[in-house]
């Protein structure tokens, strides 16, 4: 039985799978699983999984209809074997010693959860340029210890995300803990179902996880039409739990104010999406129906301040300019393809957020 069982969900991934899954192989610690979900792939992703399974025994692949990333990483679940779980992303990479550091830490620290920090930034980009993140180094010995972390980095911080977290499986099936059936958030509702059932957990400030950011077309091709009730859902849910945990402040609930707001934009962008496929009189339809819904309204009617371009977006759509909407929107998305130096120049200093 492996100390360690990767589960990687793998849809349409095919001119980076083999490049991620290297990094995965060359880890300094050996004794693993690298469980490969197919979900419905395409683009020939589903033959390179069987290949690489040839070249390497710790290699697992399994075959499903598409479902998206949550039901491929339940479907891994089910054949992992490994005390502790971890969930990579397929066009990721991981520094050499991630899972051995991951796993000492665990040990040590009787965690049943072990947080490290990452760099993230665009393809396009230097490395030098990429974003560093990590969490402030220690130990957390009791649950209002884990829960206290998880309110300081959720809903808009690392405590979301999957990559850069190794789970003791038990704890994941005590909880009766899985991802789902969503096509985004699955990851944060995830983590928040979990952590409120964690005893212990441990946070490394090294920065072992290199996560590339989507560019407009990888992301636009992610968002799914229910972006925004999604968002809502997962900002709903974690309102409730916060308030079964007992937390109420003030930072918390700018926390999700801030998280929900910035994910309203997000979804607007989301309306030039090819895959969405709407015309004017949808994407008005659309923005009429965010500025109407009572969630956003009670939000944005305290909301602070996000960044020129985000409160730009949300005044005109309190005021329900929707023209004025589109034109920016257009013109960002332009940058954005056509001159991204000078777009994460804007993004850098304010303008493009």
């Not at 490969?36 to 690489?52: A, I, N, Q, Y």
């Not at 230097?126 to 210890?145: F, I, L, N, S, Y």
């Not at 709903?236 to 079964?244: H, I, P, V």
């Not at 034109?327 to 200093?349: D, E, G, M, N, P």
Request: charged share 25%.
């Amino acid at each position: 039985m492996p100390e360690i069982s990767l589960i990687v969900p793998v849809y349409n991934c095919a001119p980076y799978l083999e490049q991620g899954v290297r990094s995965m192989l060359n880890q300094t610690f050996s004794d693993f699983e690298l469980i490969l979900v197919d979900d419905g792939s395409t683009d020939g992703s589903e033959k390179l999984c069987d290949r690489l399974a040839k070249e390497d025994s710790r290699i697992r692949v399994a075959h499903k209809e598409n479902g998206g990333a949550g039901s491929a990483r339940n479907a891994g679940m089910e054949l992992a074997s490994g005390e502790y779980l971890y969930f990579p992303d397929a066009d990721d990479q991981m520094e050499p010693q991630m899972l051995e550091l991951m796993l000492k830490t665990a040990k040590a620290c009787r965690a049943d959860v072990v947080v490290c920090g990452f760099v993230s930034g665009y393809s396009f980009q230097p490395a030098e340029a990429w974003k560093r993140e990590a969490p402030a180094a220690g130990v957390w010995e009791t649950e209002a210890d884990v829960r206290r972390f998880f309110v300081s980095y959720y809903p808009d911080g690392m405590a979301g995300y999957l990559w850069n977290k190794l789970y003791r499986a038990s704890c994941i099936v005590e909880a009766g803990v899985r991802f789902a059936d969503m096509r985004r958030y699955q990851d944060g509702l995830f983590n928040m179902q979990l952590f409120g059932s964690l005893r212990r957990g441990a946070a490394l400030e090294d920065c072992l996880y290199h996560y590339k950011l989507n560019d407009v077309g990888e992301g636009f091709a992610k968002a799914p039409r229910d972006k925004f009730a999604l968002l809502s859902r997962l900002v709903t849910e974690y309102e409730a739990q916060l308030s079964a945990w007992g937390i109420d402040g003030k930072e918390p609930k700018e926390r999700i104010r801030s998280f929900f707001l910035r994910g309203t934009v997000a979804c607007l962008e989301s309306m030039f999406s090819p895959s969405w496929g709407f015309d004017q009189g949808q994407k008005r339809a659309y923005m009429e129906a965010i500025a109407a819904d009572p969630l956003f309204v009670r939000q944005a009617a305290e909301r602070g301040g996000y960044g020129k371009f985000t409160d730009r977006v949300l005044s005109l759509l309190e005021k329900r300019k929707y023209s004025s909407i589109l034109r920016l929107f257009w013109l960002k998305l332009f940058c954005k393809k056509h001159c991204k130096a000078l777009f994460q120049t804007l993004k850098q200093r304010g303008g493009a957020n």
